[in-house]
């Protein structure tokens, strides 16, 4: 197999041209003809992860956040991201970044999210495209069974990777909680969508103080705030299984080093 055809398989299940005007998606380095045997799945472009790629011999890295987003004028390994970019072309890994494309995709990163905190039936997009409703940002599901929201913290808490914070929840705890969206993650813009929804919880990251206090104080539904890279962990299994089942023959694994920028709570 070749980098040429795993991204044929990704870019059809995450068309770029869904990603945002100001994102940057698609590779980032590697050559199109270079052969790919093992695909290591991350959430970010960080040292760390390069690492890992290295011992495990991996030929590609497909991340959901862009290594440059910004652009730059340099890749001299004066900086993280310059002595990245040495490191990955020195050992013959490429990088390819779906970011807000996989947001909106369907199955995409909300989905995952969804399924990860316990949401089950049908999932439809909290913000959907006006060309297409069942693709967008964020999804709106119910739990099987009704529950309090400090029941489905806990729930939402052991669905998904630990991290140094774990989760934050904005509510009265005995709350009936039905019907669920999430966004993963930094969620805000999104606050006044899942209100209008009527749902009863939204879970998402990233939230600040005032928004969140406002949105509680006005009525909204209960807010959980959750590590950004929790959040979107769960779309790396569900992306690696669509390579898999693509039959494009190549080995995926999914890195469980928590990159989350959180790595300690006291
Ligand atoms: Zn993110």
Not at 136 to 144: A, S
């Amino acid at each position: 197999m070749t980098l040429t055809n795993v991204i044929e398989v990704l870019e059809a299940a995450y068309p770029p041209a869904r990603a945002e005007s100001w994102d940057a998606v698609g590779l980032v380095s590697g050559d199109p003809a270079q052969p790919v045997r093992r695909v290591l799945f991350a959430v970010d472009p960080v040292a760390v992860v390069a690492e890992e790629a290295m011992e495990w011999g991996a030929d590609l890295i497909v991340t959901h956040h862009p290594l440059y987003l910004r652009g730059t004028t340099s890749v001299a390994a004066t900086t993280p991201k310059g002595r990245l970019v040495h490191t990955l072309i020195k050992n013959d890994i490429a990088l390819y970044t779906a970011h807000t494309n996989a947001d909106v995709a369907n199955p995409g990163v909300s989905d995952a999210l969804a399924r990860a905190v316990g949401l089950a039936g049908d999932l439809v997009p909290l913000q959907p495209f006006p060309d297409d409703p069942w693709r967008g940002l964020g999804r709106i599901g119910e739990l099987p069974e009704p529950t309090c929201l400090g029941d489905f913290a806990a729930l939402a808490a052991k669905g998904l990777p630990r991290t140094a914070m774990g989760l934050r929840v904005a509510g009265d705890l005995a709350r009936p909680v039905t019907r669920v969206a999430v966004s993963g993650g930094a969620g805000d813009s999104l606050l006044g969508t899942a209100k209008a929804a009527g749902v009863d919880v939204f879970l998402t990251a990233d939230l600040r103080h005032h928004p969140a206090s406002e949105f509680v104080e006005s009525g909204g539904p209960a807010l959980i705030d959750a590590a950004h890279w929790a959040t979107e962990w769960p779309w790396l299994d569900s992306a690696a299984s669509i390579l898999r089942e693509s039959g494009v023959t190549v080995e995926t694994r999914v890195s469980a080093t928590v990159t989350d920028a959180w790595t300690r709570g006291y």
